[in-house]
């Protein structure tokens, strides 16, 4: 009922007024049941109450509700809407409405599901990258992740053919799974399965395929922090970077991208963005801009990193236009580095290095620098905020590396006499 997300009478009364009015009772009790928190429940149905005023002034009967009548709403009337009804942000307004269709379509309220026809795989792919990328509000990067992942998938059931999701069961589903569990590591499995229950759930909301379907990919057993942190030794970590020359113009390049990551824990994306007015060179700060986390950090600049980016800048920097920290040192000259750019020259330290460490990758090195803070006493709050990890949760993994302190709390192990 309406009554356990709302307290204020004028609200319930006009959330029972408009054209959704028979429905929003409904709508309130399957949030409850759903588990929605209190502030996601009541902007669902905000988001609602809108569509029920839209609804009322295009005087459109709920009856003749259907995907088209949602696309109209979503991408036609809220990008230029000034109703003064309240109503929440695009992301909310479009899961609600999804709510709002199926639980019309339950009732017979609604026009019945047509089947959809068969689409481009590549056209599909997009559209789901801008659903990530603009409903979702992924980075860049994660949502061209999800969208390799998904054409895995769809590759498996269509080939390069056209999408027809109709034909996709449960049996695909779980079968895909099961065999990507054989050939990647847990983790991977994992964000796989989640690309493609994102993938499912878009296509659910553009009509392409069933609500049902999603809830049929099975879940990846893949047990959070069972392992140690995959870091550095300070011996490994001075080997690593005193494998660069830096008597080269690259060598103080790559020198000073691997302190950036080895000192700061900065992803190999963040290294890339860099920009030259990122660095307060009278206050001691670097400025990370808008990554994984979708907004800027300011971060203490360590004398070592200092030093490095110092020594690049004077002795090793290329002269260019480009304002980016770190640019190419071939053709195309001047140029920003890439992502990927960066990571190979960390792979290419290991390498000249000669480290027989499991993992050999950039992030090893973002892992160190965490390591690196607890072991010297930093607490799992500083070590976060470093990292920018917007829940603790992802920085207690590193609760398991300070030995010190779990020692003192550890119980006595009985002894057993044989």
């Known amino acids: 009922m309406l009554e356990q997300f709302f307290t204020y009478g004028y ?13 929003v009772d409904d709508l309130a009790a399957h949030l409850g049941k759903r ?36 696309v109209s709403f979503l991408d036609g009337h809220l990008p230029r809407c000034r109703c003064r009804v309240p109503h929440g942000s695009p992301c909310h307004s479009r899961a609600a409405l999804a709510y709002v269709l199926a639980l019309l379509r339950a009732q017979g ?43 895995r998938f769809l590759d498996s059931c269509f080939g390069n053919g056209e999408v027809d999701l109709r034909r996709v069961g449960p049996k695909e589903l779980i079968g895909f799974v099961l ?23 878009f296509a659910q909301l553009a009509g392409l395929c069933e609500g049902s379907l999603a809830a049929a990919v099975p879940r ?25 020359d830096l008597n080269t113009t690259t060598g103080r390049r790559d020198y000073a991208m691997v302190s950036c990551m080895a000192g700061l824990g900065l992803r190999a994306g963040e290294v890339a963005a860099l920009l030259l007015d990122d660095v307060d060179w009278r206050a001691g ?39 980016h920290m770190f640019v190419r040192h071939q053709l195309p000259w001047g140029q920003a580095l890439s992502s990927g750019a960066v990571s190979a020259a960390v792979r290419l330290a290991f390498t000249r290095a000669r480290l027989t460490v499991p993992f050999k990758g950039a992030h090893v090195l973002r892992h160190t620098a965490a390591t690196r803070m607890v072991r010297a006493g930093a607490s799992l709050k500083q070590v976060a905020d470093v990292l920018r990890h917007r829940s603790l949760e992802t920085t207690a993994i590193y609760a398991k590396v300070d030995l010190t302190t779990l020692a003192e709390i550890a119980l006595p192990w009985p002894k057993v006499r044989s």
């Open 285 to 323: 700060t670097l400025r990370v801009g808008r990554g994984k986390e979708r907004r800027a950090s300011v971060l203490p600049l360590p004398t070592r990193v200092g030093r490095a980016l110092v020594g690049y800048l004077r002795h090793g920097r290329p002269q260019t236009d480009d304002g």
């Open 109 to 151: 309220r609604a026009t019945p599901a047509q089947p959809s026809e068969p689409l481009p795989l590549d056209h599909v792919l997009a559209a789901f990258q801008t659903y990530r990328q603009d409903t979702c509000g992924v980075a860049e990067a994660t949502s061209r992740g999800n969208v390799w992942y998904v054409r």
């Open 220 to 244: 990846v057993a893949h047990w959070r922090r069972a392992h140690l942190p995959r870091g550095l030794s300070d011996e490994q970590l001075a080997a690593l970077l005193a494998s660069f």
């Open 179 to 201: 065999e990507q569990t054989r050939k990647c590591s847990p983790g991977t499995a994992a964000l796989m399965r989640t690309a493609l229950r994102s993938f499912l759930r």
């Open 11 to 23: 609200v319930l009364a006009r959330l029972r007024s408009g054209a959704l009015g028979g429905i």
């Open 35 to 70: 588990g929605h928190s209190q502030r996601v429940a009541q902007a669902y149905l905000c988001a609602a109450g809108h569509f029920s005023h839209w609804l009322d002034i295009k005087k459109i009967c709920p009856n003749d509700v259907s995907e088209t009548t949602l």
